[in-house]
Nanobody
Framework: VQLQASGGGMVQAGASLRLSCIAS????????MGWFRQAPGKEREFVAA????????VDADSVKGRFTISRDNAKNTLYLQMNSLKPEDAAIYYC???????????????????WGQGAQVTVSS
C-alpha cells in the first residue's frame, strides 16, 4: 500500500488543521493506521492510532482531548483533526499502516510496515 499525507501548513497557536492520508494500491480496511510526528532533532513519536474498522483508537497523552484520529475506508482515507494547536505540536506528521492482525496498542515505529512521505505542520506562538 502507498500512503500520501496532505493538509499540513503554518498556523498560529490555538488554531486547527486537518491532515489527510490517502491510500492506494490496496484497500485501507486491511490495516490498522497510525499517525506519528517528528520534530527537528527529535525521534519520531507516536500520536494516535485507529483499528481497521475505526472502532477503537489510542492517543498519546500529549494530544488527548485536542487531536482526533478517524478514517473513511470507503474513501481509503485516514484523518487527523488537530485542534488547539500548540508550538510544541510543530513537526512533520507521518501516516503509517500495519496489518490488522496486529495489536493496536503496540505503538512503536517498528510495528508499522508502510509510511507516507510526511506533512509539515508549523505552529507559531
Amino acid at each position: 500500500v502507498q500512503l500520501q499525507a496532505s493538509g499540513g501548513g503554518m498556523v498560529q497557536a490555538g488554531a486547527s488543521l486537518r491532515l489527510s492520508c490517502i491510500a492506494s494500491g490496496r484497500a485501507l480496511s486491511n490495516y490498522h493506521m497510525g499517525w506519528f510526528r517528528q520534530a527537528p532533532g527529535k525521534e519520531r513519536e507516536f500520536v494516535a492510532a485507529i483499528t481497521w474498522a475505526g472502532g477503537m483508537t489510542v492517543d498519546a497523552d500529549s494530544v488527548k482531548g485536542r487531536f482526533t484520529i478517524s478514517r473513511d475506508n470507503a474513501k481509503n482515507t485516514l484523518y487527523l483533526q488537530m485542534n488547539s494547536l500548540k508550538p510544541e505540536d510543530a513537526a512533520i506528521y507521518y501516516c503509517a499502516a500495519k496489518s490488522a492482525t496486529r495489536s493496536l496498542y503496540r505503538i512503536t515505529t517498528s510495528e508499522y510496515d508502510y509510511w507516507g512521505q510526511g506533512a509539515q505542520v508549523t505552529v507559531s506562538s
